[in-house]
């Protein structure tokens, strides 16, 4: 059997200006990144022409370490669209280099539905996660040379600061660091910490951004800490969001790529949706709409918390709506989540998927407490057995849902078009209307509460002192108003990862809250969640290599 890397090389990939083409985009009003890549300008996007476009959300069930495929399946889904005559862009955010090192790989879809080309996606692609971190940091620089400074000193207290650096990788040994040590011309010491880039707020601000005017303001509005006499510190303060949306200025735009099958992909933005929105940005979507009459669009990790943000935080700020929802499931994640080991998931066992098959039972729950269309896409694995596969199909149907079987990995969009005719069917006659699950006026808490309650199935919210503190904070400075992004592990609907399954019965503990004015919403960290991961014990990084032709291993 051919291993990704293998079947995205003997590909045949068209000129990027061919790919522009099928969408209707004129050869001077994109940027060439060589011959298969491409920006394209916001100044593209036509409100007008979205009205007609379907909007399709992809998410998926609580996954297992390796994941679900839900960016798999969204390709598929895309080229299967396209296969049925529905003109159709797929629109996904770019891997971070700390997974494609660390636990997965490689996140560019697989099989016959991958986004090429793959090795320069999965790597430094268009340079937008590099201009992000410098962004980021140029913010973090001009702190510290404020704290040093005697002439145009702010009076920052350091012990007040918030801000962090970033880097776009796995590094669990820059968490928690000292900066300023080596004498006074050296700067304050002060302690800090890294953060990973697709959970720096500035990730977070282009994701949201509706254009170069709004993403300054945004990044003007980065809350940063104190002064010494209790006055808050923003980055329009130290007259830092210039310079930083000023680094931004291509990234900004979103990236034109291809499928396997020369579907038109559009990828930008990487938030990461455990500790962040997890969502592509709101330019590449209304990209995707602007030209296209499917935009196939995913939110990270399960509907706890990818679809969860996207309905509550990126619609409502961006004023769109998805017209029906795909949750992708396997039997192996099922079977993991009725108690058989990580290890032993991908082996047939009919006793184990009944016990796990209550996580998808409630992620089908919270789909409808939107008010949004479901539709599960069951993604096959060549270890399913058709007993296992015919369980959840029935079982999906006795909770009023269709599902389709999903064989997208080893065919493509071929093996997406059951799945194609019924999303087009559904998104055609759908009666329902998405609404958000809470209300911004709301305080705080019962936004928490209520994600806890009805998303995650908490029966209570327990705050830390530290937490409690936070609030205060959130309180004083007036931003109570704003949505909450919860920050929580993706691999239990609880806090708790060991908690598998549908858990009931448990307290959801906020250790934390942080603070992201500029992105527009607060962030309650649960749970031993961290924004900065550690490598796995045996990173794929491992795997890596590179010949003398310049052709790269180990990437899958």
Known sequence: MKIDIEIAREAEMKPIAEIAGKLGVKIDDIEFYGKYKAKLPPELIDAEKMRNARLILVSAISPTPAGEGKTTVSIGLAQGLNRIGKKTTVVLREPSLGPVFGMKGGATGGGYSQVLPMEDINLHFTGDFGAIEKAHNLLSAMIDNNIQSKKSSLGIDPRTVTWKRVMDMNDRSLRHIVVGLGGTGSGVPRETGFDITAASEVMAILCLAEGREDLKRRLGNIFIGYTYDKKPVYARDLKAHGAMAALLKDAIKPNLAQTIENTPAIIHGGPFANIAQGTNS???????????????????????????????????????????????????????????????????????????????????????????????????????????????????????????????????????????????????????????????????????????????????????????????????????????????????????????????????????????????????????????????????????????????????
């Not at 994640?333 to 409630?362: C, D, M, S, T």
Request: glycine fraction near 8%; hydrophobic fraction near 45%; charge should be negative.
């Open 282 to 556: 709101v330019l590449a979507t209304k990209m995707g709409l602007t030209f296209s009459d499917f935009v196939v669009t995913e939110a990270g990790f399960g509907f706890d918390l990818g679809a969860e943000k996207f309905l509550d935080i990126k619609c409502q700020y961006s004023g769109l709506a998805p017209d029906a929802v795909v949750l992708v499931a396997t039997v192996r994640a099922l079977r993991y989540h009725g108690g058989a080991p990580v290890r032993e998931a991908g082996i047939p066992n009919f006793e184990a998927l009944k016990k796990g098959i209550n996580n998808l039972e409630k992620h089908i729950e919270n789909m409808k407490q939107f008010e949004v269309c479901p539709i599960v896409a069951i993604n096959k694995f060549a270890t399913d057995t058709e007993e296992e596969i015919q369980f959840v199909m029935d079982f999906c149907r006795q909770l009023g849902v269709q599902a389709c079987v999903a064989d997208v990995w080893a065919k493509g969009g071929e093996g997406a078009l059951e799945l194609a005719r019924n999303v087009v069917k559904i998104a055609g006659v759908c009666t329902s209307k998405y609404k958000p699950l809470y209300e911004w006026e709301w305080s705080i808490e019962k936004k928490i509460e209520t994600v806890a309650k009805k998303i995650y199935g908490a029966e209570a919210v327990d705050y830390t002192p530290k937490a409690k503190a936070d609030l205060k904070k959130v309180y004083n400075l007036n931003l109570d108003r704003l949505p909450v992004c919860m920050a929580k592990t993706q691999k239990s609907l609880s806090d708790n990862p060991e908690l598998l399954g549908r858990p009931k019965d448990f307290v959801v503990t906020v250790r934390e809250i942080e603070i992201a004015a500029g992105a527009g919403f607060i962030i309650p960290i649960t749970g031993e969640i961290m924004r900065m991961p550690g490598l796995p014990d045996e990173p794929a990084a491992e795997r890596m290599d590179i010949d003398d032709e310049g052709n790269i291993y180990g990437l899958f």
